[in-house]
Every structure is written in structure tokens, then in C-alpha cells.
């Protein structure tokens, strides 16, 4: 998983490895015992009834396995806190003193909710990226920020893409540590006129131009 692959890049011991495999797999058994609609639902738009009951899952797994003695506690951790944030505006504890197990789970946890839309509007690959980069340091611990954003390709190369001056482009190269700016080669224009010489666009020079959507 997107955790377990921080967590070894971070080199933190095999157990405690370990210990985070099992909770990021477990971490949402409490979702199980709730009956909220979720998908594609923004949280904060529930009625205060619904709302409360989504915010209880954490709890709701963790009470079903915390005497559970082949679990450690910092996977028990894990899924009684993978919502939280480092500022504590998180749920159910508003906990900031989060174990670097929860904190690398709830930034993954956030990632994969955002981008299939689980109980927030579905957002796309760099939406995310950009939520999380500016929030580094606010919601999510900046080094498991790096250590993410570091393997995540945002617009794979090969990647044909659309700008938002409506320019179709092919994604060439990477530019590491800023995986929503990558390095393009235009194609064709607005206009859908194929550019007869090869023109390559560098994202993280080229401000003004972003990734509108990708096509292929």
C-alpha cells in the first residue's frame, strides 16, 4: 500500500513497519457499523446527525478490536486516529500528538479518499497534490508530505494532457518533488492545429500554464 511504501522509505524499523501494514489495512472495519451514505458526499454537507455518526467509525473499530491481543497498539493507534491532523482539527479526538504510524496513514488515507471521493467531493490527482502541499505542515507532518509527493507521479509520462489555454500536450519528464509540474511537449494548439517544430514546456518555469485534464 501507498502507506507501507512511506514507511520503508522513511526506513523506519520492520515492525513498526509492520505495525502500520496492518493498521492502514484495518483501519476502516469501523465503517462497517455505520449506515451513512459516503460516496462522493462531502462530510461537512451531512446534517448534524449523520455528520456525528460518520465521525464515530474510528471509534466504532477500534472498540471492536482493542482487546484484541495479536494487534499491536500502534495499529489499534492507526484506527482510532487515522483522521486526525497535526493542527487537531481532526476527528474523533482532535488529538495532535499523533504517532508517525497515524501520521503517515492519515496523509494516505486523505490521498485515496480525496480521489475516489469518500465522504468528501471527488477531487482530481493534482487537486490533491496541491491540498496536501500547501497544508504541509498544517494537517499532515512535512516529512511524510516529502516522502509521498517524492514516488507520486501525478501525470505518468506519456501522459496526453490538455492545458488550460486548451494547448494538447504529452507529458516527457518529470520534475522531482513537484509531481503536478511536470516537463510537456505541445502538440497541437486550441485550435487543434498540430505545432510543426517540437515545442517543450517546463511547468515549474511556465507559471502561468497548468494541467487542465488528461485525455489519455
Known sequence: SMAMLVALKMRLKHSLVHDIAVGCLLHDIGMRYITVPYENIDAEKLDDKDREEYRKHPVYGYSALKSENWLNKESKEIILCHHERLDGSGFPLHAKDLSIGVKIVSLCDFFDEAICGICMERMKVHEVVEFIKVNSGILFDTSVVSELLDFTAVYPSKSVVITNGGECAVVIKQNKGF??????????????????????????????????????
Open 179 to 216: 509531481p503536478e509540474r511536470p516537463v510537456l511537449q505541445l502538440l497541437s494548439d486550441k485550435y487543434g492545429k498540430n505545432y510543426e517544430e517540437a515545442i517543450i514546456v517546463d511547468l515549474l518555469e511556465c507559471k502561468n500554464i497548468f494541467i487542465e485534464k488528461v485525455i489519455d
